[in-house]
DNA sequence: TCTGGGGTCCTAGGACCC
DNA sequence: TCTGGGGTCCTAGGACCC
């Protein structure tokens, strides 16, 4: 779409705790029950149900650190399992695009719509029958804001989640300016789409405390502190619409892969491991979306919470002689980077691999005088491709990533992956 | 006597998002 | 014992060119 005029209406669409309701789906003993899933190698805590916010576990804090809680009120603890989350997220999202024509997936639990020309004399009635209808079809709760900029559609979702009383659909688009000043003032501006924990910060600082607040800076404060990026969230506040709906994914423009390690890296052979599965993983990526990478760089660092260890952390890259999709060749890219950074005598923590400068596969230039190698590479990583996608993705690998690998991330919770795994579909007892 | 300066490109770092 | 991963965009400042 592109355009929009200054009567656009947006719908944000977010998921309710999505990662946590997910697991609820197909599990009823956690209806009414504190929830919580962690991030990879179970670090932190990344969705909670209402019932663990209410016992005051907060986002992103580290799993152990609230242990004693969660064992105390018997919370159900989950490792995020992302291929259900991801099919579950395509449900969801197929179902919102039946209701408008004008739609961004925003992210894997949100979505902007626009509803311009639908139902525009009961706009609340749509959309509490769009969130009824992703309810009974999926078992996924929603919440809804509207209004005339992204910004405000975010602030309205924020109030539809937090107070019940609105019915899951706030409107913003149609309301006095009193009412709508209400609604920011009670908005801190760490809260505000836009607004992270630096530029809160700095706004306190000059005693701005609140969205209604911040709409009254002056623009040349806003720009010169806050770049453009902040200037366009205050004009959005304000009802000026500044941000497009994108209803076309953008090309993407890089590609990473990283872990934190399930323990200790303290060899080369591991660390050699490690980083032959990223560049795997990120190469399989590469060819799904038809790219192929420019120049590669791969990083490691050791364990920043332990001021106590040896420190050291780098990073390198390389631009290739030419751009290039194929596994093999992309992992003797990286082994040679890493043996220029690795040094021996320090406990590793992270690794990674960044595939940059992305450029669409089919323009690549067939080299004349490889006597048609670049074909038969391409014809074995579409074999290795389909082959993984048919029987798990390490069904088919390069030597060089292991057989152990003892580094691999703890996943201690995981829940079955009950829709896409024959596997693991739920059994039904009669 | 007097030793430029403007434009462009690239990169690293910092901010944000979910 | 234990602290995520995957992205985007913007800006300042250095390198380089003429």
Redesign the pocket.
Same mark, same amino acid.
Request: glycine share 6%.
């Given at each position: 779409m592109g355009k929009y005029s200054s009567d656009t209406i947006f719908a944000l669409i977010?998921c309710n705790n999505?990662y946590a309701s997910c697991e609820r789906v197909f599990n009823p003993k956690l209806w009414g029950k504190p929830v919580i899933v962690?991030?990879?190698?179970?670090?932190?805590i990344?969705a909670r149900s209402n019932e663990a916010k209410a016992l005051g576990i907060k986002?992103?804090?580290?799993?152990?650190?609230m242990?004693d809680v969660i064992e105390k009120n018997n919370v159900y603890v989950f490792s995020?399992n992302y291929t259900l989350y991801g099919d579950m997220s395509r449900r969801v999202m197929n179902i919102l695009s039946t209701f408008s024509p004008d739609i961004e997936f925003?992210?894997?639990?949100?979505a902007f719509l626009v509803l311009n020309g639908i139902f525009e004399n009961n706009i609340t009635g749509y959309c509490k029958n769009v969130r009824s209808t992703v309810m009974k079809w999926t078992g996924i709760p929603v919440s809804i804001g509207i209004a005339k900029t992204k910004t405000l559609a975010?602030i309205a979702n924020e109030y539809a989640k937090k107070h019940p009383i609105y019915g899951g659909v706030v409107d913003l688009s149609n309301v006095d300016k009193e009412k709508k000043d209400g609604f920011l003032k009670k908005m801190v501006v760490?809260d505000?789409?836009?607004?992270?924990? $630096?530029?809160?910060? &700095?706004l306190n600082f000059n005693r701005i405390y609140n969205a209604y607040e911040f709409t009254y800076m002056s623009e040349e404060w806003v720009?010169?502190n806050?770049?453009?990026?902040?200037l366009?969230t205050q004009l959005e506040l304000r009802g000026t619409a500044c941000i497009e709906l994108s209803d076309s994914p953008?090309? $993407?423009?890089?590609? &990473?892969?990283?872990?934190?390690?399930g323990?200790?890296v303290e060899c080369f052979k591991e660390m050699h491991e490690a980083v032959s599965q990223?560049v795997t993983?990120?190469a399989a990526?590469l060819r799904k979306q038809n790219l192929a990478a420019g120049n590669i760089s791969v990083f490691l660092a050791t364990?920043r919470?332990?001021p106590e260890e040896k420190q050291y952390s780098n990073?390198i890259?390389y631009?290739l002689p030419e751009p290039t999709d194929y596994t093999p060749d992309l992992i003797d890219y990286a082994i040679a980077l890493l043996k220029k950074i690795y040094k021996d005598g320090y406990k590793y923590?992270?690794g990674?691999v960044?595939?940059n400068d992305l450029v669409p596969n089919d323009i690549i230039q067939q080299n004349m005088f490889d006597g048609g190698l670049n074909i038969k590479k391409k014809a074995l990583m579409k074999t290795v491709d389909s082959i993984n996608m048919e029987w798990g993705k390490d069904t088919l690998k390069n030597a060089s990533v292991g057989i152990r690998q003892k580094w691999d991330?703890r996943r201690q919770f995981c829940s079955p992956r009950y829709t896409t795994s024959w596997n693991e579909l739920l059994t039904a007892r009669i």
């Open positions: 977010d999505f962690l991030s990879n190698n179970d670090g932190c990344v986002m992103a804090v580290p799993y152990f650190e242990k995020s925003y992210s894997i639990d949100e975010k760490e505000i789409w836009g607004v992270g924990k $630096q530029y809160a910060r &700095l720009k010169k806050m770049s453009v990026v902040g366009r953008q090309p $993407q423009k890089n590609i &990473l892969a990283s872990r934190s390690f323990r200790p990223y993983r990120a990526r364990n919470f332990k990073s890259s631009s923590k992270k990674g960044l595939l991330m």
